[in-house]
Structures are given as structure tokens and as C-alpha cells.
């Protein structure tokens, strides 16, 4: 099986399963019990996002050093467990296509979890970069992150 197709197709999973989840979730709470606090941890990482996506447009280095890249983490680089969550390597239409569901989900994620949703972004972001590292260890995106 193409690991294009794999990869497509549990995206389309795991989109549809969070949708559906979200949507029963706030059926249930019937918005009845979402805080009203500043949305800290969302405007932090859709912020970065936009700011690693503008840096990675005008100096393309920026890419090459913050993406997942097997040797560079062999070699002792650990950021690239982290970085390649901020980072576009599909150009616009990955920047658009994250930013997308960052924007409508993130905000309503920190409204119905607060401060845990810096633990549901970065946990399975991460092991989401770990198992990237095996089927396509050279690439990025939030996506790993925007599914989750």
C-alpha cells in the first residue's frame, strides 16, 4: 500500500473521529459549562505557527533545520521532535490546510479542556513525530497535532 494513501487515510480517520467526538461532547455539555478565560494556549500556538510558517517563506534554511530529519535527531538534534510540529514543508496549501482546523478546533478544545490542552497538543503531536520518523522521516506540518 502506498504510504501516501496510509497517511491520507488515517488523517480522514482521525479527523472524522474527533469531529464526531467534539460535536457529541458539546451536545452533551450543551456549551452549558465552557470557561470564558483568555484563549492563552491556542493564540501561543497558532501564533508560532504563523510565525515559523512567514520565517520558513523568507529564509528557507529555517525549513531544512526545524523539520523532521532522522540523522539530525540520531546526531543528537531533540528538537526535531518538537519543531517539525510548527514547520510547513508542503508549502501553502499544508499552511492553509493546518491552520484551517487549528483555528475552528484548538480554541474550542481550550474552551472545553483549559490547561490541558497544552498536553493534548504537544503528547500526541510528539509520538505523532515519532511515528513519522519511521514511514516518512523527513517532513513536518501540524497536522500530526491538528488531527489529534
Not at 61 to 83: N, S
Not at 96 to 118: G, Q, S, T
Amino acid at each position: 500500500m502506498n504510504m501516501t494513501i496510509a497517511v491520507a487515510a488515517s488523517n480522514g480517520i482521525t479527523v472524522t473521529t474527533s469531529m464526531v467526538c467534539c460535536v457529541a461532547y458539546l451536545y452533551k455539555r450543551r456549551w452549558q459549562h465552557l470557561s470564558a478565560r483568555p484563549l492563552v494556549a491556542s493564540t501561543l500556538i497558532i501564533a508560532l505557527t504563523v510565525l515559523m510558517f512567514g520565517l520558513q517563506l523568507a529564509y528557507p534554511d529555517v525549513l531544512q533545520a526545524l523539520r523532521r530529519d532522522l540523522a539530525g535527531l540520531k546526531a543528537g538534534e531533540w528538537w526535531r521532535l518538537v519543531t517539525p510540529l510548527f514547520v510547513q514543508p508542503g508549502g501553502a496549501f499544508q499552511f492553509l490546510f493546518n491552520m484551517l482546523f487549528l483555528v475552528v478546533f484548538l480554541p474550542m478544545a481550550e474552551r472545553l479542556y483549559e490547561a490541558k490542552v497544552w498536553f493534548l497538543y504537544f503528547v500526541p503531536g510528539v509520538v505523532g513525530q515519532l511515528v513519522n520518523y519511521v514511514g516518512n522521516p523527513d517532513g513536518g506540518g501540524s497536522s500530526t497535532d491538528a488531527f489529534v
